[in-house]
């Protein structure tokens, strides 16, 4: 696409890794924003926005007609969207139990690994339609004026799908919104219902209910029953709110340390994925004396398509998801995260190293199978040091009402590190071509590793932030008060009190005779309701 806008071809890589760059530094400027908007409004309405901002986005770079105009979308892409911390959030939320987080937080990187199979695909298979398919789309205007919307258009019905279901199905999971009213999933609940009871039944249902119209309109007692007064017992219920913790309490020693090799292994994984299409779209070289001197001096890539590279992506993604699904939560409950962080981390720099040696090799078969052996190692150190660094991550916060925020800082910090890996690569790629040394950005990449394997081995695993609550538990948390018990309105600063009355009904008569079924309803209900008393 980029060199669509008229760039040459040893330009490429620097303005490829200037556009991805601009993404990741626009939404490092507006993650931890929006954090803390998650924080104090709640996950779901944070993610929707994101969702619906980067499916605009996302047609509108697809119409992109010169650089230009490509760069301030993802601009403006990156910066509406801060929807990967947020989400991992969440995941921390639902899944408090640390021996369930490997099999949680999988979750994440298996989607990128499906996303990693269809994107590549969709992008270099639908890609300039009007071209490839002339007899469907040769006479379409549109498509010959904007070559690359139709796998854009593709995606953004997948992202119309993803927002549709959010607002249906997705609950809420910040402690403080958890009892606001949702109409979207009120509205998901009916639609389930209607799929879910049979129509013929539902009608039968209506008619006993009319049948039983007649019942509820009756008197309950007869005119000789003696008439009865009603105690009002007030139930007060206080729901303490959440409340802003100051940012010392955000960034603990832990918190910095997997702040920082989280933001090498984002920077130099992300670099690499954005280098290798590059390195394989570039016209292979016939390696002489005069223009190769090993170690460090020779030049020439693979020389494939777009189609032909959207295959081996799409054959790395397979390999990802299968690592994520049938490797990572079993190496983790065996060796620990941790300790498999720390493996991940090392594996890196080999390798970076080793990646643009492939090119040497003259047999084509060969030359394959060392690069798939490389992409497949590759893959399993990204796809189990992610949800890793994630779980450490997440388990040195101090506090669940603070990990919003501190989500929002790790996807700054990682946005930074993605801004600068792609772009510093990007440049290193074209001096590399241009003196012919086209492993340099590569080299590069493996000195980062280096560094950023250094801090794992200041971690130390924490249990987990605190205040950590079930949604299932949500309506058992309240703590009831009765209105003859004097209540402090300070005790507890920034507390909500709600109002419940429960009536008893008695009567005049029959003042020692408690009503049927009066007792164990009582007994029953004592801790959701409150007591019944005689008077």
Not at 115 to 126: C, T
Not at 475 to 502: C, F, H, M, P, Q
């Amino acid at each position: 696409m980029i060199s669509s806008f008229g760039v040459e071809r040893k330009e490429v890589a620097k303005w490829a890794g200037v556009t991805s760059s601009v993404f990741s530094l626009a939404q490092s400027l507006t993650a931890v924003a929006w954090g803390r908007a998650s924080d104090r409004l709640g996950r779901k309405p944070v993610i929707m926005t994101g969702l619906l901002c980067t499916m605009i986005c996302f047609l509108v770079w697809g119409m992109s007609t010169s650089l230009p105009m490509a760069i301030a979308v993802r601009a403006i892409q990156g910066a509406s969207n801060g929807n990967v911390g947020i989400i991992r959030t969440m995941v921390a939320e639902m899944v408090t139990e640390r021996e369930l987080q490997p099999k949680a937080f999988s979750v994440m990187p298996l989607v990128w690994s499906i996303g990693s199979v269809f994107g590549p695909a969709f992008g270099g298979l639908f890609a300039k339609p009007a071209d490839q398919w002339p007899g469907v789309f040769g006479n379409s205007t549109f498509f010959k004026a904007y070559p690359f919307a139709f796998p854009n258009m593709i995606g953004a019905v997948f992202f119309l799908v993803s927002l549709t279901t959010g607002i249906l199905f997705l609950n809420e999971t910040l402690q403080s919104k958890r009892h606001s009213r949702d109409w979207g999933l009120v509205l998901g609940d009916r639609i389930k219902e209607a799929f879910r009871e049979h129509p013929h039944r539902r009608a039968q249902r209506l008619r006993r209910y009319s049948f039983q119209d007649s019942e509820v309109s009756a008197p309950l007692l007869s005119a000789d029953v003696p008439s009865k007064t009603a105690r009002v017992t007030v139930v007060e219920t206080k729901t303490q709110k959440s409340q802003s913790l100051p940012m010392s309490a955000v960034f603990t020693r832990q918190s910095v340390i997997n702040l920082v090799s989280y933001t090498f292994l984002a920077l130099h994984s992300v670099a690499y994925d954005q280098v290798l299409p590059v390195f394989l779209n570039y016209p292979p070289l016939e390696h002489t004396p005069e223009n190769t001197s090993l170690p460090f001096v020779f030049s020439g890539g693979f020389g494939l398509t777009h189609a032909r590279i959207g295959t081996i992506f799409a054959g790395y993604g397979v390999v990802s998801g299968l690592i994520q699904f049938l490797l990572f939560p079993p190496l983790c409950t065996r060796f620990g995260v941790l300790n498999c962080f720390k493996a991940c981390v090392v594996t890196f720099p080999f390798v970076y190293i080793v990646t643009p040696y492939t090119v040497l090799i003259e047999d084509t078969t060969t030359r394959y199978a060392a690069l798939c052996a490389i992409l497949v190692v590759k893959s399993f150190a990204v796809i189990v040091g992610f949800p890793c660094t994630t779980i450490l991550l997440t388990n040195s916060a101090s506090s669940l009402s603070i990990l919003g925020t501190l989500n929002g800082f790790a996807t700054t910090f990682s946005a930074l590190g993605r801004a600068s890996g792609p772009a510093m690569s990007g440049v290193a790629f074209t001096w590399g071509v241009k003196h012919g040394v086209i492993g340099l950005p590569w080299w590069i990449l493996a000195f980062l590793a280096i560094l950023g394997a250094v801090p794992s081995w200041m971690i130390v695993e924490g249990d987990g932030p605190s205040g950590a609550a079930s949604p299932s538990d949500s309506e058992d948390e309240d703590t009831e008060v009765d209105d003859e018990i004097a209540v402090d309105d300070d005790d507890v600063l920034g507390n909500s009190r709600a109002t419940t009355i429960v009536v008893a009904e008695q009567s005049h008569a029959q003042e020692n005779a408690p009503l049927v079924g009066s007792v164990k309803n009582s007994q029953a209900n004592d801790s959701n309701y409150g007591t019944l008393r005689s008077v």
